[in-house]
């Protein structure tokens, strides 16, 4: 059984997304039904409703920052009740079964993690995204949103803020360690500010010097363009850990350059292009490159509990769902600080 909510779909490749009906599944024995409150524009929704990455599923409904209220549990549910705070994220289900769902990297599942959207699930129902009114989706793939947050600026946590999280986390960005983020945008900014509650002295490297002032005051202890030569010159040799959200090729080579030996350079950011750089800048001082994408469900929730605990939200902007087009525009034209939140009640 199916029952139908208002939602903003893209109705094909590159079309303005407008307002339609889609229908969700009827709650299950382990579900719950979420009232979305609020829903985060990310640059990835633009690139996927625009068929950018391949191939895609259409209508689509994006939207994979999702933060709402619990209105209805599935009678085997355990972990949530009516009137909880609960956000989703990038998927909605894995295979549970493999080695990486086992030991909490779902997003890595080796069969495929199932997407908010633009996607199907194991029995081929089709994905539909946060730009909605309601979504269902198994408590085990559910966020709880401390009080600490509230949902509109928790929101953009599920994706930007896990996306920053995760690598900063697991390369021990902390106390006596130098942390260097490159980009001061949607992920950019929630990296400076995670990296500096975390401990780390904090360097924003950005194109130029138009964002120094929002990023000193979201956590960074220096800051410097990229756009000038001198600055690869002065850094060389100095960070422990860069993390990269950097969305279009660049010179890996040059950044590589700034760490200290055994350092290493992170990419989150998913240019379309590949990348080529000398293996020397490796070799010659035992450095990494590695790359990251989201986190687990345990993880997100301790980036969830961490944010609430250090005061962390993202910086944005909320918007109208008839917005969203207008909305499209200005991120790709870099025209948000720092991430567009949707408030989606009108859409009830």
Partial sequence: MTTT????????????????????????????????????????DIHQAREEWG???????????????????????????????????????????????????EQ???RGNIPTYNGEGFDGEKMYGGYSSHIVADENYVLRIPDGLSLDVAAPLLCAGITLYSPLARWNAGPGKKVAIVGVGGLGHMGLKIAHAMGAEV???????????????????????????????????????????ISANYDVGAYLSLLKVGGTLVNVGAPDTPSSFHLFSLIGGRKSLAGSMIGGIQETQEMLDFCAEHGLGSEIEVIAPEQINEAYERVVASDVRYRFVIDVASLR
Avoid: W
């Fill in 108 to 110: 890595y599942c080796l």
């Fill in 203 to 245: 360097t924003a490297l950005s194109q130029s010097l138009r964002k120094k002032d929002d990023a000193l005051r979201l956590g960074a202890d220096h800051y410097y363009a990229t756009s000038d030569p001198a600055t690869f010159e002065e850094l060389a040799g100095t960070f422990d850990l860069i993390v990269s959200t």
């Fill in 55 to 105: 191939q895609a599923s259409f209508p689509m409904v994006p939207g994979h920052e999702i933060a709402g209220v619990v209105t209805e549990v599935g009678p085997g549910v355990t972990k949530y009740a009516v009137g909880d705070r609960v956000g989703i994220g990038c998927f909605v289900d894995s295979c549970r079964e493999c080695e990486n769902c086992l030991r909490g990297e």
């Fill in 5 to 44: 909510v208002n939602a903003y779909a893209a109705p094909a490749p590159k079309a303005p997304l407008e307002r339609t009906t889609i229908t969700r599944r009827t709650v299950r024995e382990h579900d719950v039904l979420i009232e979305i409150a609020y829903a985060g524009i990310c640059h990835s």
